[in-house]
């Protein structure tokens, strides 16, 4: 069983910027691709970026591209987002998943473990 605990999340102006991270406890860190979503009220969980076990290959979603970087220290057991460039339409519950054996896919049904969830929030 694998723990996820997201952190880092705030209120920031359009423009700003905010590095989330997630750390994971109870298991092999390095034996997961690791995955940002995030969620919107009444709207169903979307794809931000992912990242293979041993952060060789990255993917974002095109809405962040540029903007947003997703990467991970297995060392320290974490894998961060760093969100630049933050628009209104980025406010969001941004959620991290693990994904056993996985290479980092943009499905929610694809990944086994999620954290709780942080709160952003871009105000205009």
Not at 32 to 38: L, V
Not at 44 to 64: C, K, L, P, Q, Y
Not at 95 to 102: E, I, K, L, M, R
Not at 103 to 122: C, F, I, K, P
Request: net charge neutral; with cysteine; charged share 15%.
């Amino acid at each position: 069983q694998v723990q996820l605990v997201e952190s880092g999340g705030g209120l920031v102006q359009t423009g700003g910027s905010l590095r989330l991270s997630c750390a994971a406890s109870g298991g092999t860190f390095s034996s997961y691709a690791m995955g940002w979503f995030r969620q919107c009220p009444g709207k169903e969980r979307e794809f931000v970026a992912a990242i293979t076990w041993n952060g060789g290959h990255a993917v974002h979603a095109d809405s962040v591209k540029g903007r947003f970087t997703i990467s991970r220290d297995n060392a320290k057991n974490t894998v961060f987002l760093q969100m630049n460039s933050l628009k209104p339409e980025d406010t969001a519950v941004y959620y991290c998943a693990a994904d056993h054996g996985g290479w980092g896919s943009r499905l929610v049904e694809a990944y086994d473990y999620w954290g709780q969830g942080t709160q952003v929030t871009v105000s205009s």
